[in-house]
């Protein structure tokens, strides 16, 4: 067939396909012409473990701001209650534990969004599990997060139980929030059941506190939470709040008092990581006693 048969044949083919719509286009354009489109309908292989962890992982760390997490190297392995600060460097880190709740979590969030303050959230393994949107909105918020076990058990443990309940909750804050975090608070501030020990080894900073506001106790009222928490702090204080193992409502209408008194005695508010940073600016930190007050058992929460 000559070529100018053949171009009247195509011609004669598209006039019949146009009008009686019973030609297909993709009988006149080569298929290569589709493939790209095809492709969004090809198989995935999903079944690879570490795919999806890769996955899981890169789109967090995409989706979270920097956030400074690293603590100076001297603090590693070290137990910390507050920073010694000049008595002029009026700075309080307020820390969240038993997280991330179902509700007072993004309660609490909204409140540090309105008053501009960035705090340090201590999240249990299994309540990032069951809430992993929270924990997301947590650091995509800009606030740090450290570990605080998997379970918040109190009981004494051998080094491999120890080593499941810290493990395991810095693999799941990292694979759904992106965040490595080196800071650690043992539940209930118990720091001879097997837990501090193992986070040490792994050169974890073991986060206690020196203020707090009581709010797992029942019997206390927000005026007191408010009055817990700011009677006695010092700069360089670490107060302990919870947001997470039980209802925290009276946590959520304490803490915009507890903010406004802070800043009307001249106080500004630091994460964990910026509060060890400020003090290897100055002083030696207080390790392995109490400065202030001892750390009392927590509530566990109910799972």
Known sequence: MSNEKLLQTIKLVSVIGITAGGISLGLLIP?????????SKQPID??????????????AQAAAPVIKTEIPKQFQGQTIYQAKLNPNNK?????????PGPKNTAQVLEIL???????TFFMVGMMVKNFPQIAKQVAAD??????HT??????????????????????IIYKTTGVKTTLFRPPGGF?????????????????????????????????ALVKNVIKGVKPGAIV?????????SRTVQALPQIISDFKAQGYKFVTIPELLEMQSQEQSLAVASPVTTKAKPENQPSH
């Open 31 to 39: 298929k290569i012409g589709f493939d790209h489109l095809s492709l």
């Open 46 to 59: 999903r079944h690879s473990k570490a795919h999806n962890q890769a996955v899981t992982s890169a789109s």
């Open 91 to 99: 700075v309080v880190a307020l820390t969240f534990d038993d997280g």
């Open 113 to 119: 969004k309105k008053n501009n303050i960035k705090a």
């Open 142 to 147: 800009g606030h740090v997060i450290g570990n």
């Open 150 to 171: 998997w379970h918040h058990w109190y009981r004494r443990m051998d080094v491999a139980t120890a080593a499941s309940e810290i493990e395991r909750t810095a693999d």
């Open 191 to 223: 720091l001879h059941n097997g837990l501090a020990d193992y986070a040490k080894s792994q050169k974890y900073a073991i986060m206690m506190w020196s203020d707090e506001s009581s709010d797992t106790q029942r019997r206390e009222q927000p005026s």
């Open 240 to 248: 302990l709040m919870h947001d997470g193992g039980g209802n925290r």
